[in-house]
């Protein structure tokens, strides 16, 4: 039957090819925020790496910096490079910790990077993590969501030592390709996992893990709170 001739009476609509993750994002602007240095390493280093890789503007937003600022902050940088993405620091000048400042100048923070950048995605820790300060990170950045439209994800619960923390995915991106870029730009953190002789190989496993679940070498899991479509 021709087109023409079907019950409808007109061509059919042509549909878009599936656009894959990286490519969502492509010529845009992605914030990826963390609580401190190494924390957007553990949790989606690769995705970030891939995202860049397929040409988005990454920034990372660390909101703070406890302990010897200068060597972390210098760390940080290291491992942004590694990754290709800009590195922010929000509580910057000094050592300081997510406690030092009350919910809403937290809140002002997040707001004030969001207004300079206008994301189209966001990402930032999730409600489960066990650490508090990822916490009030994660509180502070929901109400950036009524800014303007950007797609809001979570992202693994992370730290230096394994935690049993609960966290289920919702979607899975293939970082096959940006895993060793991973794994290099948590090594870059030399003052919390070389110096102290803590391993990190554990989150290698955990993105082959995830990989199994969507029939991939590696994956990172991601929760979506919301997702803009066009």
């Known amino acids: 039957m021709n087109a023409a001739d079907s019950p409808l009476g007109r061509l059919p609509v042509a549909r878009k090819a599936a656009c894959s993750f990286p490519a969502r994002y492509a010529g845009r602007t992605v914030l990826a925020i963390g609580a401190h240095p190494d924390d957007i ?17 990454v920034v990372m937003a660390v909101c703070s910096v406890p302990g010897d600022y200068d060597r972390r902050r210098a760390e940080a940088l290291d491992a942004a490079a590694i990754l290709g993405c800009e590195l922010r ?12 400042v009350k919910g809403y100048q937290l809140v002002g923070m997040i707001d004030d990077v969001v207004r300079d ?3 189209a995605a966001l990402l930032t820790h999730g409600s489960t993590d066990f ?13 950036a969501q009524r800014l303007h439209p950007l797609d809001f994800y979570c992202y693994l619960p992370t ?4 935690v049993p923390v609960p966290f289920q995915p919702r979607a899975y991106i293939d970082v ?5 870029k991973k794994i290099a730009a948590i ?9 102290r002789g803590i391993s990190f190989d554990y989150y290698r496993e955990i993105a082959h893990l995830n990989g199994a679940m969507c029939g991939v070498e590696y994956a990172e899991g991601l929760d979506v709170g919301r997702m803009v479509f066009a």
């Open 131 to 143: 650490h508090g300060d990822h916490v009030l990170v994660h509180h502070a950045s929901v109400p």
């Open 41 to 57: 390493e553990l949790g989606i280093g690769a995705t970030v790496a891939l995202l860049a890789q397929a040409g988005a503007r």
């Open 159 to 162: 730290m230096v030592r394994p």
């Open 176 to 180: 096959s390709s940006t895993i060793e």
């Open 187 to 195: 090594a870059a953190h030399k003052s919390q996992f070389g110096a």
């Open 89 to 100: 620091i929000l509580m910057d000048g000094g050592s300081r910790r997510i406690e030092d």
């Open 117 to 119: 950048l206008r994301p």
